[in-house]
């Protein structure tokens, strides 16, 4: 009788016990849940998951259209020019005296050959793979976070280096070829 009475004394009391057989607070509730949404991003994650791609595929089309912005105002400034430069003259007698001149063959030459030069292209080459070579090694940082990143930081990385390659060896190459064409000149004088 003993038992049974101590039995449904337990029996009663399991009854009466709160759902929560861990018996945690509600505040403890709260930070396994914010821990729990912490770990596993929540909504935040799946924005920037979106965000991230379109903000690169925004990126490269502003720069292809900067740079064709850039060639654009180049073209017109330069065909400006040629107008205003044909406006100077009141016939074609006085333009082509213009050109037979020695002075005015030297301008157009100038003018013409506004090419980049080999130190103009070997720097640019530097640039963009410095630029390149910090973006990697940025996103490569990030990859450490939020491990998405490897890969392309390491073909960004690869890239950078690359260029910078490209720029030494360059660099390498003009300076042998100025070196070259200095002896031959000094061998034709």
């Known amino acids: 009788m003993l038992a049974h009475l101590a039995g449904t004394r337990f ?37 920037l998951a979106l965000l991230i791609p379109f903000a690169f595929f925004v990126a490269v089309v502003l720069i ?8 654009q105002a180049r073209t017109q400034v330069r065909a400006e020019f040629h107008k205003q430069l044909l406006d100077k003259f009141s016939s074609g007698r006085e333009f082509a005296d213009f050109l037979e001149s020695k002075g005015s063959q030297r301008f157009l030459e100038e003018l013409w050959s506004q090419k980049m030069g080999p130190k103009d292209q070997i720097l640019r080459s530097m640039r963009i793979g410095i630029v390149l070579a910090v973006l990697g090694v940025g996103m490569l940082a990030l990859s450490w976070i939020r491990h998405g990143f490897l890969v392309p ?9 690359g260029f910078l390659i490209s720029t030494a060896i360059s660099h390498r190459l003009s300076k042998q070829w100025e070196q070259e064409s200095g002896s031959e000149h000094a061998r034709a004088s």
Request: aromatic share 2%; proline share 6%; glycine share 8%.
């Open 11 to 47: 029996v009663s009391l399991l009854l009466q016990a709160e759902p929560n057989p861990d018996r945690l607070t509600p505040d403890q509730r709260t930070q396994i849940a914010l821990e729990a949404l912490r770990q596993h991003g929540g909504a935040a994650d799946g924005v």
């Open 64 to 71: 292809i259209w900067l740079l064709l912005r850039q060639r």
């Open 153 to 161: 930081a390491v073909l960004v990385l690869a890239l950078g280096v």
